[in-house]
């Protein structure tokens, strides 16, 4: 199955032809694992309801067009990711500029988009991979390489997000800009089910081209 053809097509039709619009900024929103296997209104019994629906409203409330859609069942990240590539691929030949995609990915969701990283071999495009990274993957994941304009966020309390820098050193794709930031929360896991401005706004700013963050 294509993924999120029917987005795709829903977000260019409005915008009056993606071709005549390359300026517009798109985000692909891919979410954690969780809400894989349970509706979008189920409680986390740790963390709480992902709150989806507000996240993808921080994002488009910046201006950016999101795409995004709920995974049903547990997916194989990779194959998922090239699905998504094919996604990225016809924003590309309608004529979107490579800097103008962002992919960002939470837990599960950084996974796939660390794959579309890869897949997609691009260094123009954008990259936020939250919570989605750890000392072992560099043994247990060996094919991931990164490439693109990379930020990595991670939370300090959190044992399933750590610095990714192990992964920028391993990787082949010469990267222009790579950039972490270590939240501290205290909250965990949980800091990424809610559109929490400590991870939104470095994301949007990144998505709209800002690499120094400023």
Same mark, same amino acid.
């Given at each position: +199955?294509?993924?999120?053809?029917?987005?795709?097509?829903?977000?260019?039709?409005?915008?009056?032809?993606?071709?005549?619009?390359?300026?517009?900024?798109? =985000?692909?929103?891919? /979410?954690?694992?969780?809400?894989?296997? /349970?509706?979008?209104?189920?409680?986390?019994?740790?963390?709480?309801?992902?709150?989806? /629906?507000?996240?993808?409203?921080?994002?488009?409330?910046?201006?950016?067009?999101?795409?995004?859609?709920?995974?049903?069942?547990?997916?194989?990240?990779?194959?998922?990711?090239?699905? +998504?590539?094919?996604?990225?691929?016809?924003?590309?030949?309608?004529?979107?500029?490579?800097?103008?995609?962002?992919?960002?990915?939470?837990?599960?969701?950084?996974?796939?988009?660390?794959?579309?990283?890869?897949?997609?071999?691009?260094?123009?495009?954008?990259? =936020?991979?939250?919570?989605?990274?750890?000392?072992?993957?560099?043994?247990?994941?060996?094919?991931?390489?990164?490439?693109?304009?990379?930020?990595?966020?991670?939370?300090?309390?959190?044992?399933?997000?750590?610095?990714?820098?192990?992964?920028?050193?391993?990787?082949?794709?010469?990267?222009?800009?790579?950039?972490?930031?270590?939240?501290?929360?205290?909250?965990? /896991?949980?800091?990424?089910?809610?559109? +929490?401005?400590?991870?939104?706004?470095?994301?949007?700013?990144?998505?709209?081209?800002?690499?120094?963050?400023?």
């Amino acid at each position: +199955m294509k993924i999120g053809t029917l987005l795709l097509a829903l977000f260019c039709l409005p915008l009056l032809n993606c071709k005549q619009n390359n300026e517009n900024q798109f =985000v692909f929103f891919l /979410h954690n694992r969780f809400l894989e296997a /349970h509706p979008i209104t189920a409680e986390h019994p740790e963390f709480g309801r992902v709150h989806y /629906h507000e996240i993808i409203a921080a994002f488009e409330a910046s201006g950016l067009q999101v795409i995004s859609e709920q995974r049903n069942g547990n997916v194989n990240a990779r194959n998922y990711a090239e699905g +998504m590539v094919t996604q990225v691929d016809s924003l590309l030949k309608q004529g979107v500029l490579a800097k103008n995609i962002t992919v960002v990915g939470t837990s599960k969701g950084g996974y796939i988009a660390q794959y579309v990283s890869t897949i997609a071999n691009n260094p123009e495009l954008n990259f =936020v991979f939250i919570a989605s990274f750890q000392d072992a993957d560099i043994e247990n994941i060996p094919d991931i390489n990164f490439c693109g304009n990379i930020l990595n966020i991670y939370e300090r309390s959190d044992s399933f997000g750590v610095s990714a820098l192990a992964r920028k050193n391993s990787s082949r794709c010469e990267l222009a800009n790579f950039k972490e930031i270590e939240l501290n929360t205290g909250l965990g /896991h949980g800091f990424l089910f809610k559109p +929490m401005k400590a991870w939104i706004e470095p994301t949007i700013q990144w998505a709209k081209g800002n690499y120094t963050l400023d």
